[in-house]
Nanobody, 121 residues
Framework: QVQLVESGGGLVQPGGSLRLSCAAS????????MGWYRQAPGKQRELVAA???????NYADSVKGRFIISRDNAKNTVYLQMNSLKPEDTAVYYC???????????????WGQGTQVTVSS
C-alpha cells in the first residue's frame, strides 16, 4: 500500500511564506517524478512544480521566481517552499508521485489527500 502524506498548509498573509512537505511511504520500488498541483474553487487542477529523480525541475509561469521545489530521495519526500505568496495562490495543494510499487511493472500516478493553503490578510 502506497501513501502520500502532505503537511505544511495553512493561513498566511500576502507576502508571507509557507513550506509544504509530502512523504511517500509503503512498498515503493522506484519514484520518478514528484510534483505539486493545486486546485482553486471553480478551477481545474493545475501543475505548480515538478522535479525528477535527477533533480530537473519545471514550474508554472505564475510561480517562477517565488516557489522552489526540492526532494530528498533517501526519504521519498518532496518539498515546496512558497515565498511572496499572493491571494491568487489560495488553493488546495496536492502532492503527486509517478512511481512503481513493489510487485508492479510500470509507473503510475499516486496522489496525496491535499492540503489547504489560504493567502489572506
Amino acid at each position: 500500500q502506497v501513501q502520500l502524506v502532505e503537511s505544511g498548509g495553512g493561513l498566511v498573509q500576502p507576502g508571507g511564506s509557507l513550506r509544504l512537505s509530502c512523504a511517500a511511504s509503503g512498498s515503493i520500488f522506484s519514484i520518478n517524478r514528484m510534483g505539486w498541483y493545486r486546485q482553486a474553487p471553480g478551477k481545474q487542477r493545475e501543475l505548480v512544480a515538478a522535479i525528477t529523480s535527477r533533480g530537473s525541475t519545471n514550474y508554472a509561469d505564475s510561480v517562477k521566481g517565488r516557489f522552489i521545489i526540492s526532494r530528498d530521495n533517501a526519504k521519498n519526500t518532496v518539498y515546496l517552499q512558497m515565498n511572496s505568496l499572493k491571494p491568487e495562490d489560495t488553493a488546495v495543494y496536492y502532492c503527486n508521485a509517478d512511481l512503481i510499487p513493489y510487485g508492479g511493472s510500470r509507473y503510475a500516478d499516486y496522489w496525496g489527500q491535499g492540503t489547504q493553503v489560504t493567502v489572506s490578510s
